[in-house]
Every structure is written in structure tokens, then in C-alpha cells.
């Protein structure tokens, strides 16, 4: 991931390197995706509402939302996800964000869109529910382009459905490429007026997969199953919940790879407010969303 540990690792912060003291983790209890995505859209953990991958309009408002309902930023939100579940992580009709998601055309009148909306149809996804990252960030590309966009959220599926494929070689190959897709969007935002300077990416992941055995690094999770004498135990995946993260941009102190400091994955929606100047609004009424990760926003 060269461009992870060149330009983030020196223009940046990279935070979850336990080696160096600096944990990252996930708040949620159940280790798989939609349970993780909602905790960095929305800065909170639903641990009795949000329990499976199922295809559940959120409860909870995301920061895509938050943003949509203020005048300023209506219009100018959008997520774009490789896997199918994601217009209901985002709750796309009531948030009035556009989603485009597993297998969805996307609508663009450019030569570009056109391409990839055909090839789409050609090209086979290795899997049922998630399609090639080359479609999701080949869309988000268009949409940058077609307008001014002010908060853009790209979910990229390819390395854990390698993973839980159990091909290793395709699961670093997929890891490369992610690394090498954000790397041509920043050389291009950089590029772009529009977005030149005043730009902020902020790289995450849903939840970890461990390094444990030959055999657990595919999965991760927190699932309830059945043993063969009939009881019920929980699937158990040492580190799954360790996560990592990333930010870059003007508004970010360069301190490179962070040592000894703590980060949780339901910081990332209130610190990417903080990255636009707001104070980040969950929709919660109970729970509590993370703290700002001050460090990572330049006063
Ligand atoms: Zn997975």
C-alpha cells in the first residue's frame, strides 16, 4: 500500500498500529459490517437494533443524512458502495442521499458512465451481493466531476470478499489496488479546483479479520451458532474488532504514523464533521457518539 505509507504516512496520520501503542478499534459488538459501517456513519454502536447484515432501513441518521438536512449541503452528498446493503445502512429514501450500491447502474449522461454501466452487465462479480471496486470509485470519479460534491462516502468490498473466499494472494492484490484507487482520486482532487486544497479524505474500515491462524484470518464476527452436541456458542475471531484509520488533508496535522494514542471507530463521523467546521448531531437517544479526534484536526 505505498501510497498509505508515502503520502498518508508523511502528509498525514495513521492511526492503529498496536505494535506502537496506537489501537484501533471497533465500539460495536458483533464484528461484521453492517453493525460496523453504521458505527462510522453514524458515530454510534446500536448493539440492540443493529445485529445482522440483513437489509435493514437504519434507524439511525448518518452524517450523509445530517448533512443533507442542512441548506448548505443538500444536494451535495452521495455514497457510493460495492456492496448491496448500503442504500439501507444509509437509509437512502429517507435521507434523501442518493446511494448507488451492489449491482445498481448508475445515472450520468458521460461517456464514462455509459462504459461502465455496459461493462457492469459484462463483467462477472466473483459474488452475489457486491460487485468489482473498479465500478463504485469509477462512479464516485463521475459524480466528483459532474458537480461540486461536498461530502462523498466510497465503500469499497473487495478485499474482505477475498478474504473470506480464503484467496490470500487476491485479498493483498485487492488491498494494492484500494491503495492505488484512493491514490489517482487524491492526485486528481488535487488537480481539480473545485477541490484542490480544501479537501479532506479520511480512509477506514469497517471492522478487522485478526492474524491469528492460517484459518481465521478469512473471517471475522460475532455470530451465535449451533455445536454439533447442540448447544449454542458465538463465533469468536481473535482481533476482528481492531480496525485502522487514516486522515489526510489541510485541516490535518502531518504527525505520520501515530504512536500511543487510542482511537475508536465511532470517532469518524464527529471527527469528519470537525473537518468541515461542524459539531457532528447523532439521532440517538440514549446512546452517545465517539469523541472528536482532536489530534487529527488542525486548530
Ligand atoms: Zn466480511
Redo the contacts with the bound molecule.
Keep these: 500500500m505505498p501510497f498509505l505509507w508515502s503520502t498518508v504516512a508523511g502528509d498525514g496520520q495513521l492511526y492503529g498500529n498496536r505494535d506502537k501503542g496506537s489501537e484501533g478499534d471497533v465500539t460495536n459488538r458483533y464484528h461484521?459490517?453492517y453493525p460496523g459501517y453504521s458505527e462510522i456513519l453514524t458515530g454510534i454502536a446500536d448493539d440492540e437494533r443493529l445485529v445482522s447484515n440483513d437489509k435493514l432501513l437504519n434507524p439511525n441518521r448518518t452524517i450523509l443524512e445530517w448533512l443533507n438536512g442542512m441548506p448548505a449541503y443538500k444536494g451535495k452528498v452521495e455514497a457510493f458502495g460495492s456492496w448491496d446493503v448500503f442504500p439501507y445502512i444509509v437509509n437512502e429514501e429517507r435521507a434523501g442521499v442518493p446511494v448507488n450500491a451492489g449491482f445498481e447502474a448508475y445515472e450520468g449522461d458521460t461517456k464514462r458512465v455509459a462504459i461502465l454501466n455496459e461493462l457492469q452487465e459484462q463483467v462477472p462479480s466473483p459474488w452475489d451481493t457486491v460487485r468489482l471496486d473498479a465500478f463504485t470509485m469509477g462512479y464516485a470519479r463521475e459524480a466528483l466531476k459532474r458537480e461540486k460534491l461536498n461530502f462523498v462516502y466510497i465503500a469499497l468490498g473487495e478485499t474482505?470478499?477475498f478474504?473470506?473466499d480464503g484467496h490470500y494472494d487476491q485479498y493483498a492484490m485487492a488491498a494494492h489496488r484500494s491503495d492505488k484507487a484512493i491514490a489517482d482520486l487524491w492526485a486528481w482532487l488535487q488537480l481539480d479546483p473545485r477541490y484542490a486544497g480544501r479537501t479532506s479524505l479520511i480512509i477506514t474500515t469497517d471492522?478487522g479479520r485478526g492474524s491469528e491462524s492460517l484459518e481465521t484470518w478469512k473471517h471475522?464476527?460475532r455470530f451465535p451458532y449451533t455445536k454439533e452436541d447442540g448447544t449454542t456458542a458465538v463465533s469468536e475471531f481473535a482481533g476482528d474488532g481492531e480496525i485502522w484509520m487514516a486522515f489526510l488533508g489541510p485541516d490535518t496535522p502531518a504527525r505520520g504514523e501515530v504512536a500511543g494514542e487510542t482511537v475508536t471507530l465511532n470517532q469518524v463521523a464527529p471527527t469528519a464533521a470537525a473537518l468541515m467546521g461542524l459539531t457532528f448531531e447523532d439521532s440517538h437517544e440514549v446512546l452517545a457518539h465517539g469523541e472528536v479526534i482532536e489530534a487529527a484536526v488542525r486548530k
Aim: net charge negative; aromatic share 12%.
Design positions: 461484521f459490517s474482505d470478499d478474504a473470506h471492522h471475522h464476527g
